[in-house]
């Protein structure tokens, strides 16, 4: 895949993970990465109409754009500015090629204008879904919805004919990583009908780590010291710690035959394809 840019019409989100890497980004900008993180949300409600005039312009070529790689794109603040809808209509009409990726169910609302736009251009979606565990979940992306009903909002849109997968991301060492859960996962994403599923392990970069360390000490102290030898000098765990991991995750996806079954597949018609090619 070619360069990808990023689209995200909230900056800050109100679900507040403990290990979410976003309190990196406000740290370097200087905005509070501690408990205030997500306390208030910065709205960019001329968004979709920046991008219409972008896409315009003669010197576009129709790159991927991805939405949500920074924060939620369907946290509960979308019910009400419906900035991610709008952005998905511009980017359906412009048959622009475009993923989203978030937590929030409230992704079905949308399902006619992704429907729209998938006939039309590639457009794929994943949904988050490190852990089934409901302590894990429940201490660690507290204001989330749960997994279970991410995966019927998966079902939905595959059922639409929509491409969706599963991001086991991040996965947590000594917590989410234990065989028996990221089977469940995997387990779970297949019966919802997803058609891949990748997984990362957890990175934690000044910002995102003193507030995961914090939060760790106080739900699963005994843990702490692992995480300290781990992460003592690296923001990123070692192939070593990551590799093995990943293997299980591709070996359960096969096990369990993870691969693209629906019975609708949206694509963009021939011509939007040679029209994209030649631009
Ligand atoms: S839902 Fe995503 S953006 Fe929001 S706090 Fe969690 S990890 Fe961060």
Redesign the pocket.
Known sequence: MGFQWSLNPYM??????T?????AFERRAERPSDDR??RSIRVKTNIAEILRTELARRSWQREQIAI?A???PY?PVEGRYRLTRACVEVLGHAANPFSI????PMIVRDVDVLVEAAQRADVSVTF?IPTLDPEIWRKT?P??APPRQRLRALRELVDAGIRVGVGMA?ILPGLSDRPDLLEDVIRAAREAGATGVWANLLYLKPGTREHYLAALERDWPELLPEYERLYASTAYLPAAETQPVREQVRQLAREHGIRDRRRVKLHPPPEAEQLALAL
């Open positions: 800050g989100c109100v679900h507040r993970c290990f979410c890497y976003v309190r993180y997500g949500g920074a924060t939620d946290q990726i978030t937590r929030g988050s992306e204001g989330t991040p």
